[in-house]
């Protein structure tokens, strides 16, 4: 059946050590977008993707890099620049740009916590 | 500078009453709203959305409403029931949506 997977669930690093979290998808959405939820805070953009080969930063890509070479996968690298890596990162996609009638499916996210 | 705010962040109602979500906003680019129910440790799943140029959406026992001069929105769920609890985010959408922070909701017997 379709949808989006993110894995691991959880993912534990080393402080100083790059992180690479997973996310596909199989609905042939050619949007795609990293959020980063935080307690007591809404979802904020990392980056997103609206075709292959092309991405943008959205409000908070500092300290991250994502890559897009095929349409079902939009991996997510969380560097050691990244101040306070520590969070739930969900992934989304959309059938196109977003719009009202084109509603974001996300996947159930991954932990990452560093030590 | 938070465009989308929920200043709630916790609600609780009785099984059977109505459940009413607030949501301010700021920015009067916003083209379109939505609202997103989301469990814990998942993803946010969509709930109901409504366009800019609508001052209400129905959906089964959930009703969105727009006042663009208050620049504010509200979900109404009637009947609440148990099944409803879970943390509600409204998100504003220009070419990306803003989320606010949730407001949880938990409906009890």
């Known amino acids: 059946d379709g949808g989006i997977t993110q894995s691991p669930k959880y993912l534990f690093r080393k402080e100083g050590q790059n992180v690479t979290l997973s996310c596909e998808q199989n609905?042939?959405?050619?949007?795609m977008y990293w959020y980063r939820q935080d307690p007591g805070q809404g979802l904020r953009l990392i980056y997103y993707?609206?075709?292959?080969?092309?991405?943008q930063k959205g409000d908070i890509a500092e300290g991250y890099s994502v890559s897009r070479e095929k349409k079902e996968s939009f991996p997510l690298t969380v560097t050691s620049a990244q101040k306070n890596p520590t969070a739930f990162y969900l992934c989304?996609?959309?059938?196109?740009?977003?719009?009202?009638?084109?509603?974001?499916?996300f996947g159930p996210g991954t932990r990452l916590t560093v030590l | 500078d938070q465009q989308v705010k929920q200043n709630s962040p916790s609600l609780s109602v009785q099984e059977g009453r109505i459940s009413i979500l607030n949501c301010d906003y700021t920015?009067?680019?916003?083209?379109?709203f939505l609202w997103y129910k989301k469990y814990p440790a998942e993803g946010p799943t969509f709930l109901i959305s409504?366009?800019?140029?609508?001052d209400k959406n129905e959906d089964g026992r959930f009703t969105v409403f727009l006042n663009k001069s208050a620049k504010h929105l509200s979900l109404h769920i009637v009947p609440s029931q148990p099944g409803d609890s879970a943390v509600y985010f409204c998100?504003?959408?220009?070419?990306?949506?803003?989320f606010g922070t949730g407001t949880r909701l938990q409906v009890f017997p």
């Open positions: 989304a996609s959309s059938m196109g740009a977003p719009h009202f009638y084109n509603e974001q499916f």
């Open positions: 609905l042939n959405h050619d949007a």
């Open positions: 993707s609206q075709i292959v080969n092309d991405f």
């Open positions: 920015n009067s680019m916003f083209d379109y």
């Open positions: 409504i366009s800019s140029i609508k």
């Open positions: 998100a504003g959408g220009t070419d990306k949506l803003i």
